[in-house]
């Protein structure tokens, strides 16, 4: 196969590219620990690795945290916004600038396809212009005590912050973290993920060239158990931003409680998309299909759970029982609309699921099957995949599979539907799908979730507060919200007579 793309054509020929990073990024610079210790980073769309990445210890973890301490207290919490600013904002162009090199990396590593790497380095490029705008705005507030006094709040750096990185969206999540916590002042620490490495030791790099001083962005990659562990058991860490499963999340929340470590958990999901009969039905089609399968479903946001008004139900589901047929699998770097699921052991989970839910004889209406790649027989695939008719306290209506699995529940009304919705022990978004203006925004303050998108499924962007009620987690990120998490207020009164 040959592409307009030297990178792609390199690696269709050769199974690698030769600018993949090597070792941890510690104090400015790549840096290969004593042990040597690699792991193989794994191509889903092939099974098979591409390359191999720094494998680190706990020794790793507190190099790094020293270094963004250093640099946190002698020079980045001091330094003037403005200053911090010109440094985002050129990240952000350089991102821009190298857009494709990226895009190819991401997609590679995780397995989505090359469009959504696109949209996704965009987004992270976007999210580091939107905070360099917000460097010099984060305002304190003055407090009326009366003339024989001066009281004000000013908003301060909370130190060293830790960003837990998945492996869904890895250049994304990490840019929607760590660009508010430089524009607060804060250093940071990130472990990406051990599926996926290398686009946050490329915005390491990349970081630096825009002249972030040395050690105020670290990172070190290797498995949860050795860093991520250490990490939010460290003395040094004053902030943790995770991002991942629920059963995780409880354990970084009891490390941090050691320390009495704030932290900011954006956890599992089964978010539902509600279709009522006045809606408008393309629109609506669009937005569930994008809602589930864009990244193979591998979204915390995805909406895994279709509550449809019963009068729209046949033939809604008909129209996109053969739009879900329709869709293409393949490898990333062909840009299907479908790619691989992340790993072997998670199309194992996935499929766990589905095999279940055809032993209780449940009503599978597209897909319920493992595959491969149609072009090369290899990779890890799970069809497109709809389930009709599931009672709202089978596992698939409650469970996250973080897969392409739509399970699709029948409401008598909008009310019924807001039951539905609610019915579950997560809360980060819901969809609604309505032309009636009261229904739609009735039903959102109804609905227990951090976010809900009304007549556009993933509508907004780094502009609007993201995070989760109930298991979904807590604290926002995105937003001047996001940036407030990696702050704390300081309040001065001062008697002046």
Aim: aromatic residues 8%; proline residues 5%.
């Amino acid at each position: 196969m040959t592409t307009a793309n030297p990178f792609i054509d390199t690696y269709f020929k050769t199974g690698t590219l030769d600018f993949l990073p090597e070792g941890h990024f510690i104090d400015g610079a790549f840096q290969r620990p004593s042990h040597n210790r690699t792991m193989e980073s794994l191509d889903p769309g092939r099974g098979e690795a591409f390359g191999t990445f720094t494998a680190g210890t706990a020794d790793d973890a507190a190099a790094a945290v020293d270094s963004a301490r250093s640099a946190f207290e002698k020079s980045w919490r001091d330094t003037a916004p403005v200053e911090r600013a010109r440094i985002l904002q050129q990240a952000s162009e350089l991102l821009m600038a190298e857009l494709e090199r990226f895009a190819i990396v991401e997609s590679l590593d995780s397995g989505k396809p090359l469009n959504e790497a696109m949209g996704d380095t965009k987004g992270a490029a976007r999210a580091f212009a939107y905070y360099a705008g917000a460097c010099d705005k984060l305002e304190g507030a003055s407090f009326p005590l009366g003339p024989d006094y001066i009281c004000y709040s000013i908003h301060e750096p909370v130190g060293v912050a830790a960003q837990i990185i998945p492996w869904n969206f890895p250049l994304s999540t990490a840019a929607r973290g760590i660009a508010p916590a430089l524009a607060a002042g804060c250093a940071v620490v990130a472990k990406p993920a051990e599926q996926t490495p290398y686009t946050c030791l490329m915005l390491a790099e990349l970081l630096s060239r825009a002249g972030l001083p040395n050690g105020v962005f670290n990172v070190v990659t290797g498995t949860g158990l050795e860093i991520g562990d250490p990490l939010t058991r460290s003395t040094g860490i004053d902030h943790i931003t995770f991002t991942g499963s629920v059963q995780t999340g409880r354990k970084v929340m009891q490390a941090a409680a050691e320390d009495i470590t704030r932290v900011v958990l954006e956890l599992g999901g089964k978010s539902p998309v509600i279709v009522l009969e006045d809606c408008d039905r393309a629109a609506a089609l669009d937005g569930v299909l994008g809602a589930i399968f864009e990244n193979a479903g591998q979204i915390c946001s995805a909406g895994s759970r279709l509550i449809i008004e019963r009068g729209l139900h046949d033939s809604f589901l008909q129209d996109l029982v053969a739009r879900t047929k329709a869709l293409t699998l393949g490898h990333g770097l062909r840009d299907p609309n479908v790619g691989p699921v992340n790993s072997a052991e998670h199309l194992a989970k996935i499929d766990g699921f589905v095999s279940r839910a055809k032993d209780r004889g449940a009503s599978i209406v597209a897909g319920g099957n493992v595959t491969t790649d149609p072009e090369t027989a290899a990779g890890w695939f799970f069809e497109p995949t709809i389930v009709d008719a599931v009672a709202a306290d089978d596992e698939l209506a409650q469970e996250e599979v973080f897969g392409p699995v739509l399970t699709v529940q029948v409401a008598e009304d909008a009310e019924h539907a807001a039951v539905l919705a609610n019915d579950c022990q997560y809360g980060l978004v819901a969809g609604i799908y309505t032309s009636d203006f009261k229904t739609a925004h009735r039903l959102a303050r109804t609905i227990d979730a951090g976010q809900i998108y009304i007549n556009e499924y993933f509508a907004g962007g780094i502009e609007v507060p993201f995070g989760g009620n109930k298991k979904s987690g807590f604290g926002r990120e995105k937003g001047i919200e996001g940036l407030k998490s990696y702050c704390k207020t300081k309040s001065i009164a001062a008697k002046i007579s």
